[in-house]
């Protein structure tokens, strides 16, 4: 469905050049949710941006590929790539009152997505609309058609939003931490909301969260990321038993746990003003060697477990040694 190859993203500042996506690789197959995770600042936000062409100077992407069904959406011209943006790819963002247009009723901004990917007549459009907000979960669609976003609660404009991002059936969905402004007593609902349509509708899945329960629940597959790098890649299941990058298990180790203590992760991500240099992860790693200073590791199949697709970026041998440090 979706494969990225090699994305680079820089960012032009008055501090420098921001490297915020540097080589990032993964897949997303039909009918897979894939999540993306790693602390802030990891290039997760950035990674899709670039994706969907939604960087803006002072960013650009400069260099890559991102294949969706035979064609590089990193390639297409603005027109071509809002085609599909929308129609056969639907995009859920962070927060649904900044995707919201404060000044045109919920009914105008179905129209606007509709009439953006074809014509149709006003009683079709709003038949439309009232479907699929019911299918979200909305009572009483025509009061939410008729209003505004300020009208409506976070959970309510957030199943609005993701009414919009699937309207016209797309085939991969792109969320973008969908739940991160909103209730934690609604957050759930949310979540459960969007795997069930994803799974009902057999349409693949992209979201990026940093929430590792997320991943272990909703997800088949999981990409980490560091330092705007994919380190580790590979099914949810096997992953999260037993990582094979020492970030991944830091990541897993820091989180809470009835009645053990919370092994924090030290130190934080690195400044990406200056091109990275050797592993980024290695000062806080306690298990980093010295080639870890100056080399580049480079992301390659995990030979026991490669069938699965498992590929890991680290120095250390990752099928012996990470298991053994997992252990103590």
């Given amino acids: 469905m979706l494969s990225v190859r090699d994305l680079e993203t820089r960012f032009v500042t008055r501090r420098g050049v921001v490297y915020a ?3 990032v690789s993964f897949d997303v197959g039909d009918g897979e949710i894939v999540g993306i995770v790693g602390e802030s600042g990891s290039g997760k936000s950035v990674t899709i941006s670039s994706v969907l062409g939604l960087i803006r100077p002072p960013g650009a992407v400069v260099g890559g590929s991102a294949m969706f069904d035979g064609t590089d959406l990193l390639k297409l011209p603005g027109r071509a790539l809002r085609h599909i943006r929308g129609a056969r790819i639907g995009f859920i963002a962070q927060n649904p009152f900044g995707a919201l247009n404060p000044i ?4 105008a901004q179905f129209a606007n997505v509709t009439r ?9 459009i709003r038949q439309n609309a009232l479907e699929m907000l019911k299918r979200v979960g909305i009572a009483g669609p025509e009061r939410v058609l008729d209003g505004y976003a300020h009208e409506l609660s976070g959970g309510m404009a957030q199943r609005v939003v993701i009414a919009l991002a699937l309207l016209l059936n797309p085939s991969l969905v792109v969320a973008d931490e969908p739940t991160t402004a909103l209730d934690v007593t609604v957050q759930r609902q949310i979540l459960d909301l969007i795997a069930g349509l994803i799974r009902e509708g057999r349409r693949s899945m992209l979201i990026v969260t940093h929430d590792l329960g997320v991943v272990a629940q909703y997800c088949d597959r999981v990409v980490v990321m560091y330092s705007g790098r994919v380190v580790e890649e590979g099914p949810v299941a096997t992953v999260f038993t037993r990582p094979l990058h020492p970030y991944t298990l830091a990541l897993l180790r820091a989180v809470p746990r009835r ?3 919370i092994q924090a992760l030290g130190g934080r991500v690195p400044d990406l003003l200056s091109k990275p240099v050797g592993c980024a992860f290695r000062h806080r790693c306690a298990f980093a060697k010295p080639r870890c200073e100056s080399e580049t590791p480079e992301i390659r199949p995990v030979a ?4 699965l697709g498992r590929t890991v970026a680290c120095h250390l041998d990752v099928e012996r040694e990470v298991p053994a440090l997992a252990a103590g």
Avoid: F, K, M, V
């Avoid at 045109?104 to 009914?107: G, H, S, V, W």
């Avoid at 953006?116 to 079709?124: N, P, V």
């Fill in 21 to 23: 996506a540097n080589g």
């Fill in 104 to 107: 045109l009723n919920i009914e």
């Fill in 116 to 124: 953006a990917h074809g014509r149709a007549d006003r009683a079709t």
């Fill in 259 to 261: 009645g053990e203590p």
């Fill in 304 to 307: 026991s477990t490669n069938p």
